[in-house]
């Protein structure tokens, strides 16, 4: 089989290079050359993007290098990739598909070149230049298409679409979510304050630490740090890709942010909002009890559908934040308020808005914020609670509990080995950050210590 690459680095053409005739091509982008701005240690090649059938869009096909990188001089890099590129655009123009095996349908246009020679020899009798000075003056043509880094690369949100579609198979479908915000912020703001720059190679570090300050500025250290580690997976996955010679983003520093901290509540606090909802709201009390007794996220439990809670074995299946399906004990003081779930269907989720075990068509971050802001309308309201006392802190709330209940009688590393397996922490050193972070390991009373009376 011939690849497509060999019809183009193919030392003998079907026909004379020709560039004529593009305008109404629909179906691929012209080629271009990227020539590293001149760099003799980066790869020069040529590229160009093909309609994909299924989708309708044109996409990215693989760089065209030939032997162009062997020549250690400019002009013979430029003269020979602008050979390749001149073959590229005839061989495209006369409807061959880099997407598909061009084998036979080569063989029938070289048979229709040899027919029309024959017929050319016999018309004119005139002598004529070899093949390889015609391949000579061909090379000594002037290119006068793209030869600036200026002038080359993938348009800016061709390119960052290309790699969302790459990382799309990677990561979740919120990270996606985030990741596609992020893009669309720096291409607006490209537009609006650089829009000199056309392309993914025109984005340099400079232009990327105008845009992280402006994020900054508008907002907190902390959202800034968020969009610079999306939009850096983004621009490595180009790298990678070999769209872009560099990450301009990768040596840009995360900044010191003060991180959010979700409010414990204290022990009378959570005993009057579990009275008040027993008649004001059971459905959401259900649910801060999965976060209190079951210690997962809010997330994890909108999540959660009837044939993921076992009864006969006590156990639960859930999604967690980052690992594959896992499962938890139910505890007895969870299993005693489930209501009865056989008659539900196995499908059905087990938290909707208006009842338990139900249809509910929305994304999991929209299922999360919906009973967010249901317990900011009945319980934070109601009660006034601080802005930092949220569903989460319920977790944090229960951990300390459970803790400072089992250190009463044990070892602290026994009881942080015990509390391990409930609260699902893959290591013990993250265990005990996550209780430093919370303040819920708190010393003995030290008054003796000093008192010197």
Known sequence: MITFNDFITNEHDLEHDSEHDLAHKKDFSPPKIYNANGDLTKRWYVYFSYRDPKSGKLVRQKNIYGTANSFKTKEDRLALLSRYRRRLLKLLQQGFN???????????????????????????????????????????????????????????????????????????????????????????????????????????KKAMLDYLNAVLIRSSARNRNNYRLNLSSLFQTLEDNEVINSNPVKKIPALRSIPKRNKSYTSEEHIKIFNYLKSEDPILLLYIKFISYNLLRPVEVCRLRVKDVNIKDKTLQFKAKNSPLKIKLIPKIILDELPDLSKLKP???????????????????????????????????????????????????????????????????????????????????????????IDAVLPKDYSKHLNHD
């Open 98 to 204: 880099p997407t598909i095996d061009n084998t036979e349908y080569y063989h029938f246009q070289l048979n229709e070149k040899k027919k029309a020679d024959t017929l050319n020899t016999k018309v004119n009798t005139a002598p004529k230049k070899p093949e390889k000075q015609l391949e000579k003056r061909l090379e000594e043509q002037p290119e006068t298409t793209v030869t600036s880094v200026e002038e080359v690369g993938m348009p800016t949100r061709e390119a960052l679409d290309y790699s969302l579609k790459i990382k799309e198979k990677q990561i979740s479908s919120r990270s996606l979510k985030d990741y596609e915000y992020s893009t669309n912020s720096l291409v607006k703001w490209l537009a609006d304050h650089r829009p000199k720059i056309k392309t993914i190679q025109q984005v340099d």
């Open 347 to 437: 499908d059905a989720f087990l938290f909707t808005p208006i009842k338990i075990g139900g249809e509910w068509d929305t994304t999991d971050i929209n299922k999360s914020n919906y009973f967010s802001k249901r317990f900011k309308t009945v319980v934070k309201d109601h009660f006034k609670l601080d802005k930092d006392q949220t569903l989460y802190s319920f977790r944090h709330t229960f951990i300390t509990i459970l803790y400072q209940s089992l250190v009463k009688n044990s070892t602290p590393h026994a009881a942080k080995s015990e509390l391990m397996g409930i609260t699902g922490h893959s290591t013990m050193t993250a265990l005990e950050k996550y209780l430093r972070d």
